[in-house]
């Protein structure tokens, strides 16, 4: 898979041209009772495969953007959905069976499901792009006047298929993409104004590496420990950490520059990494391939990470959409595993203030549709909280599906005073989310299996009362063992129960399958997050 900046963005402004259609066709689709489109969900995960291997059950993750069939709520909407291998029919039977007042026959006959039948490590618009007839199929499905494309990142993959179909696509262009990597959303950073830790910019090979990283500790001699990240890494998964005490007699102004970086350069083979199976071997070559950055760690006793969600519409106009506190887990804390909403309201308004003047800077090069801030948050003395930007997503994230499932299902409104949504009654809604509910003792279980669960123990989603549970990855359990939810309550309270209501009767349903203990759940439910998260 290419970097960001091996990709070929030849036909830029015929990209853009076909973009500048989306003005009307956003309008409509916003304004529910008025809508009237087609949509066409390409959810191919157009990043580096091999980093993508590294998330257990990616093959499934085209799953996650399933929340558009919602849209077909609507009477007149019609959608197509393409993957890469087909999905299973009860899946989609569970996603239409949410759409409250509208037959299932009626729905079924607005969505065309397509599949490239190519379960290959390859991007899906790739595989789409090799199909010409699977073109010419989902072009003949389209009213051209009428549709749109939507994805989870825009490469030069989805612009070549948006121009060959004739259909613009809801997205940032490619060559704006550059924005929501590591160095791109430094830059951002520093030109909007927001604070950030201490870091280089983008270097290609493990010698400037080991400067740049000198020249960190230089001017933080008490540094104790800085993030090296991969430019384009995924989930936290291109993270590594270097810890500065066993090089502790090394620290400025002990020994020379040229020393420092010797003995940093011989650090990093012990480096930590955040994927459980990445080696320093391949990681450094990954450096020359789409380079790195070196961050200082932000150090906390009581530390936080949360993040602000917006987009740019295609009339320019910025918006702020949510914010979460995220749940993350891995060796030092940096992979993302699930989210709470709202973040808490110590910090959500001053999230909202930073994600406005970010999207104001990304709105100003050009970007459109969905971003994300993600930062650190430390208590400080007296209540108050540090919050240093970390990156910026230009993509649907693990916020975004959870967020879109509640906002579709109850066709609400995010009230930014508050930073609180609420559904058309006025109640104040709340969710715990993740796509890493885990168990071995799941594996195995089929989708018609979780859907007996579902039933037996009416774990379901209540349209009448708006609250319960959701589920997606669902093509990752039997496998995997993996499981995605959204757990929704009209309190914190009700959606932490409600969520570890599905965790009990999981398990009990699973009792006889494993012997072993729940040390092998990734989290079973968020005391730390009603406390506050540390790492």
């Known amino acids: 898979m290419e970097s960001f900046d091996d990709y070929h963005f030849e036909n830029a402004d015929q990209f853009r041209k076909l973009q500048s259609h989306l003005g009307e066709r956003w309008r409509t689709i916003e304004l529910f009772d008025k809508s009237d489109a087609d949509i066409l969900v390409v959810p191919s995960l157009s990043i580096d495969q091999r980093e993508l291997k590294k998330v257990e059950g990616c093959e499934h993750y085209e799953e996650r953007l399933l929340f558009s069939l919602i849209r077909l709520r609507n009477p007149r909407n019609r959608l197509i959905y393409v993957t890469s291998v087909p999905l299973h029919p009860s899946i989609i039977d569970y996603y239409l069976q949410l759409l409250p007042g509208i037959p299932f026959s009626h729905a079924r006959n607005r969505l065309l499901l397509l599949s490239t039948y190519d379960a290959s490590l390859k991007p899906l618009t790739q595989k789409i792009l090799e199909r010409p007839r699977l073109i010419e199929r989902i072009g003949q499905a389209l009213r051209l006047d009428k549709s749109f494309m939507i994805c989870y990142n825009a490469t030069s993959l989805e612009s070549d298929l948006s121009l060959k179909l004739g259909v613009p696509l809801y997205a940032a262009a490619p060559d704006l993409q550059i924005w929501g990597t590591k160095s791109g959303s430094r830059q951002i950073f520093a030109e909007s104004g927001v604070p950030h830790p201490d870091g280089s910019e983008r270097v290609w090979n493990k010698k400037d590496l080991a400067k740049v990283a000198a020249q960190l500790w230089e001017r933080q001699p008490d540094l104790k420990r800085m993030v090296i990240k991969l430019n384009e890494g995924f989930s936290g998964e291109g993270n590594a950490l270097l810890d500065l005490k066993p090089i502790i007699d090394f620290a400025p102004p002990n020994s020379s520059h040229p020393q420092r970086v010797t003995a940093i350069s011989k650090s990093f083979p012990e480096l930590r990494f955040q994927a459980t199976q990445e080696t320093w ?105 540090d919050i240093q930007a970390i990156e910026i997503n230009l993509r649907k994230g693990g916020t975004t599906h959870p967020f879109m499932t509640l906002k579709l299902l109850t066709t609400g409104r995010y009230d930014l005073s508050t930073g609180l949504f609420y559904s058309q009654q006025g109640q104040p809604k709340y969710y715990i989310a993740t796509d890493n509910l885990q168990k071995d003792r799941y594996q195995g279980l089929l989708p018609n299996d979780l859907m007996d669960i579902i039933a037996h123990h009416r774990l379901h989603f209540d349209t009448g009362t708006e609250t319960g549970t959701v589920f997606h990855l669902m093509g990752c359990l039997s496998q995997f063992g993996k499981l995605g939810l959204t757990s929704i309550g009209d309190s914190s309270q009700q959606a932490e129960d409600t969520y570890n209501k599905v965790i009990k009767f999981l398990d009990e349903e699973t009792r006889n399958y494993d012997s072993e203990s729940d040390s092998n759940l990734l989290f079973s439910s968020f005391p730390h997050r009603w406390n506050g998260y540390s790492f």
């Open 281 to 385: 071997e391949n990681f450094s070559g990954k450096i020359v391939e789409m380079g790195a950055i070196v961050e200082a760690f932000v150090e906390g006793k009581i530390k936080r990470s949360p993040s602000v969600q917006g987009r740019i519409t295609p009339t320019g106009e910025v918006e702020i959409i949510s914010t979460h506190d995220q749940i993350l887990g891995g060796p030092d804390g940096q992979i993302y595993l699930g989210c709470t909403f709202p973040a808490d309201e110590a910090y959500r308004l001053h999230l909202q203030d930073l994600g406005l003047k970010v999207g104001r800077q990304l709105a100003q090069k050009g970007a459109l549709e969905r971003y994300s801030l993600d930062v650190i948050a430390v208590e400080q003395d007296g209540g108050k909280w």
